[in-house]
């Protein structure tokens, strides 16, 4: 047990350094997302001088939501990147096989190395736009350590949904061989149901409860509702976090299964 965690620390430890070579993208992804970050911020705030405490939020909580989830765009991999286009090519010329060959569970190989390069993201894509912002605009940054904690709580059960979802992408290779097309679906649907687009909160009735109940909201739409408050109580944190650790739970169980019925297809196919 204690080589396997030291292995998958390893591993993560792999991944934040691999993207950490990438300076120039680095660099060139912050700037893209302060620049997204103001033109988002300036949509919002004629959004909500003509509908105030739309969505239940005031114009400094719907800016805090534009600043953060732009902290977090990169990390959660929301619009696209990631491990899943490399998972899916390397099921196309064959070099799975060497991956299967490891003494290493596939999936947990995989999620320690998106830990490590979220990890990386997060500082390197995720302080600078949120300190122009802050800069910038008054947000609705709370000051209790304990909501800050809880948050970071949130954001990494975030991050397992997030590969939950991507690895099941990456398996379907198995059967599709060409993921492109599957790919640029699952980017239009997250950028929608994780709230990066509007709060998910703004959507009315009974599918506005749909779309909140998806585990694309556990990626982003929760982490930000307990950073603003809006799961305060020991009571609704606890449900808050429940809701993500449950899809979390039943998306890595479902990779789970198709893993082993995508291990029985290469066997049969001789690889």
């Not at 965690?5 to 350094?17: I, N, P, S």
């Not at 239940?56 to 990390?75: C, E, H, I, K, R």
């Not at 779309?211 to 982003?220: E, F, G, I, S, T």
């Amino acid at each position: 047990m204690r080589q396997r965690v030291l292995l998958h620390l390893a591993v993560a430890a792999g991944g934040f350094r691999r993207y950490a070579t990438y300076g120039t993208a680095t660099a060139a992804g912050l700037f893209t997302n302060t620049v997204f970050g103001f033109i988002v911020a300036y949509t919002y705030i004629a959004l909500w001088d003509e509908r105030p405490g739309l969505g239940g939020y005031d114009q400094a909580q719907a800016l805090t939501f534009v600043w953060v989830s732009q902290s977090l765009l990169a990390a959660g991999a929301l619009i696209g990147g990631g491990f899943q286009e490399e998972l899916q090519e390397r099921v196309r010329t064959g070099d799975i096989a060497v991956d299967l060959y490891r003494p290493a569970d596939l999936q947990m190989w995989w999620l320690a190395a998106d830990l490590g390069r979220a990890g990386f993201q997060l500082v390197g894509r995720g302080v600078v736009p949120l300190a122009a912002g802050a800069l910038a605009f008054e947000l609705a940054l709370p000051a209790d350590p304990l909501r800050w904690l809880l948050f970071l709580v949130s954001v990494t059960l975030g991050l397992v949904v997030s590969f939950a979802l991507r690895y099941l992408l990456g398996l379907a290779a198995f059967w599709l061989m060409d993921g492109a097309g599957i790919n640029m679906m699952a980017t239009v649907v997250s950028i929608f149901f994780s709230g990066m687009l509007l709060p998910l909160t703004v959507f009315p009735g009974g599918f506005g409860e749909l779309v909140r109940a998806l585990p694309w909201a556990a990626m982003l739409q929760v982490p930000l509702d307990v950073l603003l408050g809006k799961h305060a109580g020991a009571g609704c944190a606890a449900r808050a976090l429940g809701f993500q650790a449950a899809w979390a739970g039943v998306l890595l169980g479902v990779g789970r299964l198709l893993q082993s019925a995508a291990t029985r297809k290469v066997v049969v196919q001789g690889g």
